[in-house]
Structure formats: structure tokens, C-alpha cells
């Protein structure tokens, strides 16, 4: 099996302890406090700059972009909250442009499964 990089390491910690706070935080109280998502945006543009320097810039902005936007316009047009718009674009910075996606399509999925279960129970 191999080993995991210092940034590898720290991206994991960071997004597994990110995420677990917003669910616990959202499942209480119905909401996701900007005072979680923007300290961990601006962690993960300070991480990429850290580990990947220029690169990593480029990647945390894609990974914003792409996390924020898309959740953006779906918030927009009434299918995503709010709290799931900051959500996606906390943990951008932190995966990338491609991450980010691969994240989307399996969220979709489980979405689906979720609700044509509930369609059908």
C-alpha cells in the first residue's frame, strides 16, 4: 500500500474534520455558519500555495469555481441550499477542479439512490 504524502495527510484531516463539523452543524441546526465554510476556503487557497505553490493557486481557484458555481446556480434555480453552495466552495480550494467534480457525481448518486428510495418506501 502506499504511503501517504505530509500533504496528502493534512488535505485528508482537514476535509474529513471539515466535513463531519457541517454535518453535525447542519443536521442541528438546519444551517452551515459562513464563520465554518470561509476560514476553511481560505485554508485551503493557504494549503495549495503551501504544498504546490503557483500550481496549487490555480488549482484551489479552479476547485472554488467549479464548487462554488455550480452549487451557485442550482441554489438559483431552487434544487441546492445555501449551506450546500458554502459547502462546495470550502472544500474546493482543498480538492481541485477534477476532485470537486468526482465529489459532485458521487453525491449525485447517492442523492438519487436516497430519493428513489424514499419515492419508494
Given at each position: 500500500m502506499p504511503e501517504l504524502t505530509?500533504?496528502?495527510?493534512?488535505?485528508?484531516?482537514?476535509?474529513?474534520?471539515?466535513?463531519l463539523v457541517a454535518a453535525i452543524t447542519d443536521l442541528r441546526t438546519r444551517k452551515i455558519p459562513n464563520k465554518l465554510t470561509a476560514?476553511?476556503?481560505?485554508?485551503?487557497l493557504?494549503?495549495?500555495?503551501?504544498?504546490?505553490?503557483?500550481?496549487g493557486?490555480?488549482?484551489a481557484l479552479a476547485g472554488f469555481a467549479l464548487g462554488f458555481g455550480i452549487f451557485?446556480?442550482?441554489?438559483?434555480?431552487?434544487?441546492?441550499g445555501g449551506g450546500d453552495v458554502k459547502l462546495m466552495g470550502a472544500l474546493g480550494p482543498w480538492l481541485g477542479g477534477m476532485m470537486i467534480l468526482?465529489?459532485?457525481?458521487?453525491?449525485?448518486?447517492?442523492?438519487?439512490?436516497?430519493?428513489?428510495?424514499i419515492i419508494v418506501g
Open positions: 505530509a500533504a496528502q495527510i493534512v488535505m485528508l484531516v482537514a476535509v474529513v474534520l471539515f466535513t476560514p476553511m476556503c481560505v485554508a485551503g493557504i494549503y495549495q500555495l503551501t504544498f504546490y505553490r503557483l500550481e493557486l490555480w488549482t451557485f446556480v442550482l441554489w438559483m434555480i431552487g434544487t441546492a468526482k465529489v459532485m457525481f458521487v453525491s449525485l448518486i447517492f442523492v438519487t439512490v436516497g430519493t428513489g428510495a
